[in-house]
């Protein structure tokens, strides 16, 4: 039987439950071209990433 500790769903919920604490530029990267939040960098996204304290290993746009 396999575990997953960590779902998208669950990924979602920790966003949404977080986002009611805290302004959205202190959990997600905020791309100035699309005017879009993003919890990761897109893979094709070419522009200068800040790093600082988030990770960026695969896309997922947050509504």
Not at 31 to 44: G, I
Request: avoid cysteine.
């Amino acid at each position: 039987m396999e575990i997953q500790l960590w779902t998208k769903g669950k990924e979602e919920e920790f966003f949404r439950t977080y986002l009611k604490r805290v302004k959205p530029e202190k959990l997600f990267y905020y791309l100035k071209e699309e005017e879009l939040y993003y919890a990761y960098y897109p893979k094709s996204y070419k522009g200068k990433k800040n790093n600082t304290s988030k990770q960026k290993h695969s896309y997922r746009r947050i509504h």
